[in-house]
């Protein structure tokens, strides 16, 4: 049953800790996508990679945020420091072949609540 | 910028009752628009799939039209049942990934 793996599913943690979630695309795609969901704003992509290689980060705020795939089978997304509006739903998402076509596949979400 | 537009943001209908949710986009140069079903809690389950190419695409219950030069597109669900309430997400691909509208809020009641 191939899916895509996000790890924490809950985290609850105080301003000024680093935060780390973590995705397993599906074996095999080539793209991944971070995404956050918020009730104000839905979900905006935060990044996203083709074939481990950073093509956009524009939607995430660099200062403290910070996204990487050390290899094929993980992607990262740190927060450091987090701060009280970065509580949101995180998803990653991956595809396989040209996006521009492809269907996407989501993960479960990574919630975090920053107190 | 791509705008992706849902209306209504919630809906609540008696079970059995065929329903349509609207989405809209602001550019139409697009190359696929994806309709994705979200329990609370969880992540997105994707439900149909049109290319820019394709009027239609359905799947059971489910059928889903895109009128590209438009910017727009329904998704159709006939004889609603409780167990299809959740929201409902709409997506468009264009030269940037996808960009989400707010979704619609689906309550079926029995």
């Known amino acids: 049953d191939a899916r895509v793996t996000q790890t924490p599913r809950h985290k609850v943690t105080e301003m000024g800790q680093e935060v780390t979630m973590r995705c397993q695309p599906i074996l095999g795609h080539n793209t991944v996508f971070w995404y956050r969901q918020t009730m104000m704003q839905g979900l905006e992509l935060l990044a996203y990679f083709r074939n481990r290689a950073p093509l956009d980060d524009s939607g995430m705020p660099k200062d403290r945020f910070s996204a990487e795939m050390p290899d094929a089978t993980l992607a990262t997304l740190k927060i450091q420091p987090s701060e009280p509006r970065d509580s949101a739903v995180y998803f990653c998402a991956s595809g396989s072949g040209r996006t521009d076509t492809g269907e996407l596949f989501f993960g479960e979400g990574s919630r975090l609540t920053v107190l | 910028k791509q705008e992706v537009t849902q209306i209504p943001a919630a809906l609540s209908v008696p079970e059995g009752e065929n329903l349509v949710l609207n989405c809209s986009f602001t550019d139409s140069a697009i190359y696929n628009l994806q309709w994705f079903r979200q329990d609370p809690g969880k992540g997105l389950t994707s439900l149909l799939l049109?290319?820019?190419?394709?009027r239609e695409q359905t799947s059971g219950r489910l059928n889903a039209s895109l009128d590209k030069s438009s910017g727009r597109s329904t998704l159709y669900i006939a004889a609603s049942q409780p167990g299809d309430s959740a929201t409902y997400l709409c997506?468009?691909?264009?030269?940037?990934?996808?960009?989400f509208g707010k979704g619609t809020r689906l309550s079926v009641i029995a």
């Open positions: 997506a468009v691909k264009g030269n940037t990934p996808l960009v």
């Open positions: 049109i290319q820019s190419s394709q």
